[in-house]
């Protein structure tokens, strides 16, 4: 009796233990949603990283020159120079 209590108690073991590897918080399901989560994750961190990388640079050439605020005037407000001539190429 006692040995088929055992045996008894070690196959529901077995069967729960299956269980939360199929169902429960560590599935093998859930591992994978995890997975497919974090790599998306990355990728946007990834995408920050450059759009970070990008700002500093446009920061850093605004701190040391001219030439970047003189390019902004020029393309954002239509800046001319005294003494140059503003031509405009339409393309159809």
Known sequence: MGSRSVMLLLIALL???HA???LGRGSISNVAQ???Q????AE???QAVL???QLAAEVRDLKEGLEMIEEKAR???GMIKANE???QIARP
Do not use: D, H, R, S
């Open 75 to 77: 393309l954002e407000l």
């Open 20 to 22: 939360q590897l199929w």
């Open 38 to 41: 974090l790599k998306m994750q």
């Open 51 to 53: 759009a970070n990388q």
């Open 44 to 46: 946007l961190n990834q």
């Open 15 to 17: 069967v729960v233990l």
């Open 34 to 36: 995890l997975q497919a």
């Open 85 to 87: 001539i503003f031509v």
